[in-house]
Structures are given as C-alpha cells and as structure tokens.
C-alpha cells in the first residue's frame, strides 16, 4: 500500500520515498504526495528525482489498489530505489482553489435553490458542475456567480474530517451527497467541511479557506436533458 500523503495534507509539495514496483501500467513508490486522479479531480504531474538525475511524472492514477505515477522513461527506475517526488504545485494549487470553489458552488445552490448536484469535473482553472433544476438561464448563472464571489470572501474554513461510516450515514449533508453511494467495504469517510457552507464525502485537494479561491466566473450555462442543467465556471 502506497502512503498517500495528499488525502492528509494537500500542501505538500514534495516527498521523500521509495519505488516499490516498475510496472508497465506505472511506477509504484511506498509514499506520494502526487494526487491520483478520481472524483472528477486530475491527477498530479511533476517529477521523481533519483540519485543522479530525475523523470517527469505525466499522470497519476489509480487501479487495482495502487497508485501508478506514469513517468516519461521508466527504465531509469529501479525497486528499492530512494527518490523524491515533486508535484508540479502552481497546477496543483490551482486545482485545489477549483475543486475549493466547486464545493462552494454546490452548497450556495442547495440553500439558496434547492438543487442538488448530479455530476461534475474539473481541470485546473475550469470546471462544469450539473444541478438537479427544470431549468438554468444566463441570468441565473449571473445571480449565482455574484451570490457565490460574496460568500467566497467570507473566508469560510474547509477542514478535512475523517468519519466513520455509520456517522457519515446518518449527516442529512452527507446524504444529499450520496455518500451511500461509496463502497460498503469503506469504513471511514473523508469529508471536506467547508464549515458553514458545505459539507461532502470527497477524497480531493483542497485550500484552507474560500479566501484563497479568489474571484469566480460562471461562463456558461447549459442544458444537458430535463431536470440537469449545467454550470461552467472559471478561476479568475
């Protein structure tokens, strides 16, 4: 099992460890602050030094109960080997203030329209969110976004919770969520508390606060079928 330092602190940038396996699907180490892609977050990119030189990292992803870094030159890794992996951070902050930014926009829809969300993805910077609404016009798009940039500034911690799974069942928030929807053989529940606003079962990166997501645009909105409207939104 790969230590995955990101689910603890997503302000780690680098890591000391040690490769386990070098597999065609990837490279495994023993401990890794690159994030692996799920949730509709991308996985990290950076690079893994070695004594005596270094390898891009291009993707992280996860499969089969591993973490697989995929590097541009796997030969150059070998089992055993000490390295130190470095995400590429300024891709990943930003990341973190999207997906920040996101779980902010779910929970001003929910108490402000009593929408929820039926599905959504991200890249650093943009996003798309898709809302359980009859109906989403460019004016209401106009009316979230400044409800949303007013809430933002508010400074709202996000505080990473650990819960167990009967708790988690039981969080009204949670269940809007679909946290039942994670696999029985989960039983703790990671939960990012965007304390006051929203509150969701998620395994991504985060920022501390709605201050460090700074100001959001919604540039589109979108009908994806009846009662799924889409939102797309952008980092300024």
Request: charged share 30%.
């Amino acid at each position: 099992m790969t230590d995955e330092i990101a689910g603890r602190d997503a302000y780690a940038a680098t890591a000391e460890g040690q490769v386990l396996e070098v597999l065609p699907e990837g490279v495994v180490l023993d401990r890794t602050v690159f994030y692996a892609r799920g949730g509709g977050q991308p996985g990290d990119i950076g690079i893994i030094r070695y004594d005596g030189g270094e390898v891009g990292v291009t993707d992280t992803l996860r499969a089969g109960g591993k973490i697989f870094h995929i590097v541009d030159n796997s030969q150059l890794l070998e089992p055993g080997m000490a390295v130190e992996g470095r995400i590429d951070w300024d891709r990943r902050y930003l990341t973190m203030r999207t997906h920040t930014a996101l779980h902010a926009l779910s929970g001003v829809v929910w108490r402000d329209f009593g929408a929820k969300v039926t599905g959504g993805n991200m890249e650093p910077g943009v996003a798309r969110m898709d809302f359980e609404l009859e109906s989403m016009s460019v004016e209401f798009g106009r009316e979230v976004e400044r409800i949303l940039n007013a809430e933002l500034v508010r400074g709202y911690p996000a505080e990473v919770l650990f819960l167990a799974r009967e708790e988690a069942l039981k969080d009204p928030d949670l269940i809007r969520t679909k946290v039942n929807l994670i696999p029985d053989y989960v039983d703790e529940i990671r939960v990012i508390d965007i304390v006051g606003l929203d509150r969701q079962a998620d395994g991504g990166t985060h920022v501390r606060s709605t201050l460090e997501v700074g100001t959001v645009r919604v540039v589109k909105t979108e009908s994806k079928g009846k009662a799924n409207k889409r939102m797309r939104i952008e980092i300024a």
